[in-house]
Every structure is written in C-alpha cells, then in structure tokens.
C-alpha cells in the first residue's frame, strides 16, 4: 500500500460490520512442462518435486483464505460474501474476482503466444469467461543473460510470420529484451510474447486464462502428444502495429523521494501496481477521498520479512507477519495509518483497480 489516499467512513456505518483486517490467500500450484522442480526461496518447501510446476496462482478463486471471518473458504466464497464496502466503490455487486496474479519459475522456453482483448474474447470466448488478456510483468529474479521476447518488430506482416512458422525462425521477428531482478515489462491484449529461462516473474493480470500458442518449440507432453497450437485465432487477434507495450520506467510516488523505494510500476484500465522496498520501517498517514473512489488491494511479498502494522477506523492496532511468496487481500477502508517494519529488507508489490 503506497500512499493511496483511502477515505475514512462514518464508524455509525461499521457498527454492525465484521472487523477489517487483512487475509492470507494461499496458493495454489499449477504443473507446466516448461516449470521448476524448485520453487525456493519464495516456497523453501517446495524442492525436489516430483513434476515441474511453472506457476503459483495467488488469487486463482479456489484459493482458500487462511485466516480471519472467511477463513477456510475459497477466494471466490469470500468474494462473494463479504461486505461490499469491503470489496470497494467499484464492486457493490461482486461479478468475478477481477484481478489474477501469479509467480511463475520458468527453465525453459514458454511458447510463443498471445492473448485476446476484451472485444475479441466478449463475442468468440463466451465459454472460457469472454474477457481477455492484459498483463505486466515484474522480475523478482534473474540470472545474467536473461531475457524475453515481447512484440513484434517493425515490418513484419502476417505473409512473413506464416514464412518464420514454417522455417522455425519465429523468435527472429520478435523484440528481444534482457532482464534484470527489478525490471517491469507491460504486455496489453494482442502483443505476441514469450518469457525465457533463469527468472522468476510476478505477474498481475486480468482474470482470464486465455492463451493462444502461436509455436511450440516442437515439445511434447507427458504422453507424447504436442501441445495443442491455436495459429487462426492467433492471427484473428495479433496487432501487427509497433508494440504498445514493453519495459516501463518505477516513478516516484512522492517527490522528493525518488531513491526511497517507493514506485509506481503500472497504470492501465485493468490494474495499478506498485512496488514499496524498505530497509527498516516507514509509516504512512492517509487522508480522506472522494465518495466512490475506495479499491481493495492485494498485497504481495517479493523477498524478505517483516510487519505490516495499521490503525484502522476503529482506532484499534493489527498487525500481520509478512514472508516472502504471501499474497494478502487488504479490505477497502481498513487503515486510517499504517506502517512497515522490516527484518533486514522486504520488498512488495500492491496490485489494485486504478
């Protein structure tokens, strides 16, 4: 939680109202031929496994709550059930959980591929939910020669992508980008992509699992099959224009702290995520918002430990552990102040509705 500005409501309006506080969604874990039998240091339990798993998904809505009033439950049961003050301005009536977020511990190649707008995924995706696919990407870490490809580079047509498919050079028409632990890549709807290998990422995206592989690398599955490829469609949503997206610049939430770890990494329709580093403990006092405008965040830990500590309108004190690899739902209005202290150093991302 950056310096969001969250208003502070009328305590008459709570009386009756399930304290506020923070909750644990725990993971679940999502095999993929190009994932990790190590997931350490963000899961040191997870070693030696006995499938490769590429993905930890935060927020997928099977998830269960870890602790408080919802404790137990599926992420989607929570949602659905809780106060919708709770939820924030946006969601009175809860729809779908709007925000997916996932780390994903890639040692080999994902597909080449590409995700369909909202547009395309409303009228030809209804089955699979009809919303598409807007991503970010942050890199928590990454070994020397990293890198990813993302977009396409000036000139090529849909003749000369059909020719690379078939000659198996499809990687040559993509913009290559080297990575580095910090870096932050926005990729809308329509971008061909692909990560590479030595790097863990978080990823905060709409809710969809939309993917249309493009190439494949010739792999098999666990039983010798290829991995089902989706060229029509591919092409039906690929935006062959100059790339929109691509690796974005932190800024400063506060002026004059620019070096002080507090940045904005993302900003688009879909979401807003932000990046807070501290080497000891920082605290934040809040002040009121226009009616309408207050957003539940999602809070996730990047690497280290520490408190996060809030008075909330009640004005009485909470405070929860953090530890790498936790993702924690903050309820809308839950603090009037609140502040981190750090064992060492943590950093964290916070994901929200813009």
């Given at each position: 939680?950056?310096?969001?500005?969250?208003?502070?409501?009328?305590p008459?309006?709570?009386?009756?109202?399930?304290?506020?506080e923070?909750?644990?969604?725990?993971?679940?874990?999502?095999?993929?031929?190009?994932g990790?039998?190590?997931?350490?240091?963000?899961?040191?339990?997870?070693?030696?496994?006995?499938?490769?798993?590429?993905?930890?998904?935060?927020t997928?809505?099977?998830?269960?709550?870890?602790?408080?009033?919802?404790?137990?439950?599926t992420?989607?049961?929570?949602?659905?059930?809780?106060?919708?003050?709770?939820?924030?301005?946006?969601?009175?009536?809860?729809?779908?959980?709007?925000?997916?977020?996932?780390?994903?511990?890639?040692?080999?190649?994902?597909?080449?591929?590409?995700?369909?707008?909202?547009?395309?995924?409303?009228?030809h995706?209804?089955a699979?939910?009809?919303r598409?696919?807007?991503?970010?990407?942050?890199?928590?870490?990454?070994k020397?020669?990293?890198?990813?490809?993302?977009?396409?580079?000036?000139?090529?047509?849909?003749?000369?992508?059909?020719?690379?498919?078939?000659?198996?050079?499809?990687?040559?028409?993509?913009?290559?980008?080297?990575?580095?632990?910090?870096?932050?890549?926005?990729?809308?709807?329509?971008?061909?992509?692909?990560?590479?290998t030595?790097?863990?990422?978080?990823?905060?995206?709409e809710?969809?699992?939309?993917?249309?592989r493009?190439?494949?690398?010739?792999?098999?599955?666990?039983?010798?099959?290829?991995?089902?490829?989706?060229?029509?469609?591919?092409l039906?949503?690929?935006d062959?224009?100059?790339?929109?997206?691509?690796?974005?610049?932190?800024?400063?939430?506060?002026?004059?702290?620019?070096?002080?770890?507090?940045?904005?990494?993302?900003?688009?329709?879909?979401?807003?995520?932000?990046?807070?580093?501290?080497?000891?403990?920082?605290?934040?006092?809040?002040?009121?918002?226009?009616?309408?405008?207050?957003?539940?965040?999602?809070?996730?830990?990047?690497?280290g430990?520490?408190?996060?500590?809030?008075?909330?309108?009640?004005?009485?004190?909470?405070?929860?552990?953090?530890?790498?690899?936790?993702?924690?739902?903050?309820?809308?209005?839950?603090?009037?102040?609140?502040?981190?202290?750090?064992?060492?150093e943590?950093?964290?991302?916070?994901?929200?509705?813009?």
């Open positions: 939680m950056l310096p969001r500005l969250i208003p502070n409501p009328d008459a309006a709570l009386k009756d109202e399930p304290d506020r923070p909750f644990r969604i725990e993971p679940t874990f999502s095999p993929r031929i190009w990790s039998r190590s997931l350490a240091p963000l899961y040191p339990e997870k070693t030696s496994l006995a499938e490769p798993i590429g993905e930890a998904w935060l997928d809505i099977n998830c269960r709550v870890a602790n408080g009033p919802f404790a137990g439950k992420l989607a049961e929570a949602w659905r059930e809780m106060p919708a003050e709770w939820r924030g301005a946006n969601f009175a009536e809860p729809g779908d959980f709007p925000l997916l977020v996932k780390f994903l511990f890639p040692t080999d190649k994902l597909s080449i591929q590409v995700h369909p707008d909202d547009t395309y995924a409303s009228v995706e209804q699979a939910g009809g598409g696919k807007t991503e970010m990407w942050h890199v928590v870490s990454a020397p020669g990293a890198s990813l490809l993302l977009g396409l580079k000036a000139g090529v047509t849909r003749e000369k992508l059909l020719e690379a498919l078939q000659n198996h050079t499809l990687e040559d028409l993509l913009e290559r980008h080297p990575v580095h632990a910090g870096d932050t890549f926005f990729v809308p709807a329509r971008t061909p992509h692909t990560i590479g030595d790097m863990v990422i978080c990823e905060v995206q809710y969809s699992d939309l993917t249309y493009v190439y494949d690398y010739g792999r098999v599955d666990a039983h010798g099959k290829p991995r089902e490829l989706h060229v029509d469609k591919a039906a949503v690929m062959f224009d100059p790339p929109h997206g691509g690796k974005v610049t932190p800024r400063s939430w506060i002026k004059g702290r620019e070096n002080r770890g507090l940045n904005h990494l993302v900003k688009c329709s879909y979401f807003s995520v932000d990046r807070l580093d501290v080497d000891r403990m920082i605290d934040f006092k809040l002040a009121k918002l226009k009616p309408g405008q207050s957003r539940f965040e999602l809070l996730i830990v990047l690497s430990e520490g408190l996060l500590t809030w008075f909330p309108p009640r004005h009485t004190q909470g405070s929860i552990p953090l530890k790498p690899g936790e993702c924690w739902f903050i309820p809308a209005n839950t603090f009037e102040s609140y502040s981190y202290r750090s064992n060492g943590i950093s964290v991302l916070t994901a929200s509705l813009p």
